[in-house]
C-alpha cells in the first residue's frame, strides 16, 4: 500500500536477528500477502506491499474555473462541522467512516448504486444522529449523469461540500486467475474502479472550484496500488494500481492551472474486516494475515476520520497519504505473531 519509494520492508532488519529458525524466516517471506486498502483483498507478496514511504506531496498553488486559468488569492478558511459526500457507503467501511464524521458533528450524504440500502443505511444513521444531518441517494458512480445528479443532491441539501471521499470500489466477489475471469465480471471491476473514480474526480473537482471554501478529494487506494503483483484478482490491483496514477496527476493538474482551494490526497484503510475480504479467506495465507492485519471497520474509521478532519481544517494545500496500516505496524502485528502467536484465530479460524 505504501509507495515503494525506499527498499522492501523485509530488509529494514536482518530476519536472523529476529527470528532464530531460518527455515519459518523463508516460509514467511514466500508466503506473505499483500494488504488491501479499500477492497481489503489479499495478494501472494504481502511483504514487499507494506514497504516504503509516503507519496512525494505536490503543493498546489491554483485555482482554474470554467476552462480557464485565473489566480486566485487563499481559500477561506474551512471550519467544522464540515459536508461530507462519501460515495459507496450504505455499507462497510464507508457507511462506518460516514457514522464516525456523523459523532464529530459533521453533516453527511451517502450514496450507493442499490436504493434499499441506501434507504436502510438513512434510516439507521437518522435514528442515531437526527434527520438533517444526513442524507442518502441512489447513484451507480460509473454513469456521468448519476454523478451530477449526486452533486446537485449534495448542493440542494447542504449547498457544498468540503470533504468528498471516493470510497465506491468493486472487486466482484472474484478471486481467480484472469484467464478465469468472466468478461462480466472484469468489466465490473474496471468501470467501478477506474472509470467510476474518473467520473467522481471531474464533477467534485468542478464543483470545489466554485466553491469560496475549496475542498478536499480523498480517492481510497487498493492491493495493488504500489505496483506489486496481486494474483487472484489481477484486474483490481491494475485499477488500484490507477487510483495512485490518477491522483498524482490531479495533483499536477491543480498545480499546473494554480488553483488553491481544491485538494486530492489518497486514503488508506488497510485490511478491514468486511464481507469482501471475509469471502477471500479461502487459504491458509489469506486466512493468516486477516487474523494478524484487519481490523474492524469501526476501528479503522476511528483513527482515519480524525486524520482527515484535521487535513480539512488546517488550510494546509498540500496533498497527504493517510494510512491506517502503517509499515511499522504490519511488520511489529507479524514480529508479535510468529514470535509469540498475537491474534490467531481472531476472525477465522486457522488450519
Known amino acids: 500500500m505504501a509507495i515503494t519509494s525506499t527498499p522492501p520492508f523485509r530488509s529494514l532488519l536482518p530476519p536472523q536477528q529476529l527470528f532464530k529458525n531460518s527455515s519459518k524466516i523463508s516460509t514467511f517471506q514466500s508466503s506473505c500477502l499483500t494488504v488491501s486498502s479499500r477492497q481489503n483483498l489479499i495478494s501472494a507478496h504481502f511483504v514487499s506491499n507494506i514497504s516504503g514511504t509516503a507519496l512525494t506531496l505536490l503543493r498546489p498553488q491554483a485555482s482554474s474555473a470554467n476552462g480557464q486559468t485565473q489566480t486566485q488569492t487563499q481559500p477561506m478558511p474551512m471550519l467544522p462541522p464540515f459536508n461530507v459526500l462519501i460515495t459507496g457507503s450504505s455499507k462497510g467501511i464507508g457507511y462506518a467512516l460516514a457514522k464516525e464524521f456523523l459523532k464529530a458533528g459533521d453533516n453527511v450524504i451517502i450514496c450507493s448504486r442499490t436504493g434499499e440500502r441506501v ?50 470500489g468493486s472487486n466482484a466477489y472474484s478471486y ?59 484486474a483490481y490491483g491494475a485499477t488500484k494500481r490507477s487510483v495512485v496514477h490518477l491522483t498524482k496527476s490531479l495533483q499536477a493538474e491543480l498545480q499546473m492551472q ?42 479503522v474509521a476511528e483513527y482515519l476520520v480524525p486524520n482527515v478532519r484535521s487535513m480539512a481544517g488546517s488550510g494546509s494545500t498540500r496533498p497527504t497519504y493517510i494510512r491506517f496500516l502503517t509499515g511499522l505496524k504490519a511488520y511489529s502485528q507479524i514480529f508479535s505473531r510468529i514470535v509469540f502467536g498475537a491474534r490467531r484465530n481472531r476472525f477465522v479460524l486457522e488450519d
Open 258 to 299: 494554480d488553483v488553491k482551494n481544491v485538494v486530492v490526497h489518497n486514503l488508506s484503510p488497510g485490511m478491514v474486516t468486511t464481507d469482501l475480504l471475509m469471502s477471500g479467506a479461502t487459504t491458509k495465507q489469506a486466512k493468516f494475515f486477516i487474523n494478524v492485519l484487519a481490523e474492524p471497520a469501526e476501528v
Open 176 to 234: 481467480k486467475p484472469l484467464a478465469e475471469a468472466s468478461d462480466e465480471d472484469l468489466i465490473e471491476v474496471v468501470t467501478t474502479n477506474t472509470l467510476g473514480l474518473m467520473i467522481c474526480c471531474r464533477e467534485a473537482i468542478k464543483m470545489m472550484l466554485n466553491q469560496p471554501r475549496g475542498g478536499h478529494i480523498f480517492n481510497i487506494d487498493g492491493a495493488g496500488s504500489d505496483g506489486r503483483p496481486t494474483p487472484r484478482f489481477a
Open 119 to 168: 434507504e436502510s443505511a438513512v434510516q439507521s444513521l437518522r435514528a442515531e444522529f437526527g434527520d438533517v444531518r444526513v442524507w442518502g441517494t441512489k447513484c451507480d458512480v460509473r454513469d456521468g449523469e448519476n454523478v451530477k445528479n449526486l452533486v446537485a443532491f449534495a448542493q440542494e441539501k447542504y449547498k457544498y461540500i468540503d470533504i468528498w471521499i471516493n470510497n465506491a
